[in-house]
């Protein structure tokens, strides 16, 4: 049951990864890539039961922040081209608040 | 024993939904509509996977453990998903809005 | 208060993560509870907005209300994805009012639009939310504002 269930996850991967190769904008990638790391955060919880041992579910845990910060990360880069704070750019792309 | 078959069915539920997801990210015509797609694998299927991993484990720390990446997730996925759309609309792309 | 039970649950946060009850693991528990204790009273981060321990009693009902939304929108944009031939979708990029009057419902407000497949916050105002909606028919169930009024009585009602 656990090997049918990461083999289906990896095939979801697979077309993740698929668009994040082909799609046209940067966005689409970023998109992609966001989606396969959740993806990849639901295979190490799945194979932490395959090989019964649930300590993996920490690596599971910590790889989920570390997908939101990657991808949050990726993206100052690609809207300001550095990773600085800039002022002058109110891109608001890290920062979800109101105005 | 039905523990066992019920949460075959979850997970059988949730990775279904992560294809049809995955599907959705092909299918759709621009990166506004696909961002749509890629919702459903951050919501419905990991909650359908990781409660089927959780009856599993039962009553205990794993089952916590599970709850807490569901959680993470479930605050992540729009915040990452709201930052792509609005550094996507900032940097000019425009979205395909339906012929009217 | 606020502090006391900001502690009191990284504590519990601690030992529910662990498991583990031998002394130099918990030493080395109360030493990073010490440590971010301290950088987030540095930070001042803990407020009545980032940790709204008032509302705590109060989220469970939204949550159970939410979570409907999130399975209803799923089964929309599911269907939508596997019917054969073109996929029928309408986009729509609609702005509708914001009527939340603190800024933590706003948030609140944005992020279950967000959250629910089908729709996207793009821009969060004080006056106006931007939306990217897959459907006329999200947008339109959007515009209604419900899910803001949900909000506003399951949340911040007394």
Redesign the interface.
């Known amino acids: 049951?656990y090997i049918?269930?990461s083999l289906?996850?990896l095939?979801?991967m697979g077309?993740?990864l698929?668009?994040a190769l082909s799609?046209p904008?940067t966005?689409?990638r970023?998109?992609?890539v966001?989606?396969f790391g959740?993806?990849t955060?639901?295979l190490i919880?799945?194979l932490a039961?395959l090989s019964g041992r649930?300590d993996v579910?920490?690596i599971?845990?910590v790889y989920?922040?570390i997908?939101?910060i990657g991808?949050?990360a990726a993206?100052k880069l690609?809207?300001q081209g550095n990773f600085h704070a800039s002022d002058d750019l109110e891109?608001?792309?890290?920062q979800?608040e109101p105005k | 024993m039905i523990i066992?078959i019920l949460?075959?069915i979850f997970?059988?539920i949730?990775?279904?939904?992560?294809?049809?997801?995955?599907?959705?990210?092909?299918?759709?015509?621009?990166?506004?509509?696909?961002?749509?797609?890629?919702?459903?694998?951050?919501?419905?299927?990991?909650l359908m996977?990781?409660f089927g991993?959780a009856l599993?484990?039962g009553w205990g720390?794993?089952a916590?453990?599970?709850a807490?990446?569901f959680v993470?997730?479930?605050f992540?996925?729009?915040?990452?998903?709201?930052?792509?759309?609005?550094?996507?609309?900032?940097?000019g792309?425009k979205?395909?809005?339906?012929q009217k | 208060m606020r502090y006391f039970s900001f502690v009191v649950l990284l504590i519990l946060f601690w030992i529910?993560?662990s498991?583990h009850f031998e002394p130099l693991l918990l030493g080395l528990g109360a030493v990073s509870i010490a440590l971010t204790a301290y950088l987030s009273h540095r930070m001042n981060v803990i407020d009545h907005e980032s940790y709204p321990l008032h509302l705590s009693s109060k989220f469970p009902s939204y949550y159970f209300y939410l979570f409907g939304e999130?399975?209803k929108a799923?089964i929309d944009?599911?269907k939508r994805?596997?019917s054969p031939g073109e996929?029928p979708?309408?986009?729509?990029?609609i702005e509708i009012p914001q009527s939340q009057k603190t800024d933590l419902g706003a948030v609140i407000y944005?992020?279950s639009i967000?959250?629910?497949?089908?729709?996207?916050?793009?821009?969060l105002s004080k006056e106006s939310l931007?939306v990217?909606a897959?459907s006329?028919e999200a947008a339109t169930d959007l515009a209604t504002g419900a899910m803001s009024n949900e909000i506003t009585n399951r949340v911040f009602k007394e």
Not at chain 2, 21 to 42: E, M, N, Q, S, V
Not at chain 2, 95 to 98: D, R
Not at chain 3, 89 to 93: A, D, G, R
């Open positions: 049951m049918a269930a289906a996850i095939v979801t077309l993740a698929a668009r799609g904008t966005y689409d970023i998109a992609a966001n989606m959740t993806k955060v639901l919880a799945v039961f649930t579910l920490d599971a845990l989920a922040l997908n939101f991808v949050v993206l690609v809207a891109s608001g792309a890290e979800g | 066992d949460s075959a997970l059988l949730g990775v279904v939904l992560g294809i049809v997801g995955a599907i959705g990210i092909h299918r759709f015509p621009d990166f506004y509509t696909r961002l749509h797609a890629a919702g459903i694998t951050d919501t419905l299927s990991a996977i990781l991993l599993q484990a720390i794993a916590f453990k599970l807490l990446i993470f997730l479930f992540t996925s729009p915040t990452a998903s709201h930052a792509l759309a609005n550094a996507a609309q900032h940097s792309l979205p395909k809005l339906e | 529910s993560l498991g999130i399975l799923n944009v599911i994805i596997i996929t979708i309408s986009p729509q990029m944005a992020n967000t959250l629910t497949p089908g729709t996207v916050t793009i821009k931007t990217h897959l006329k």
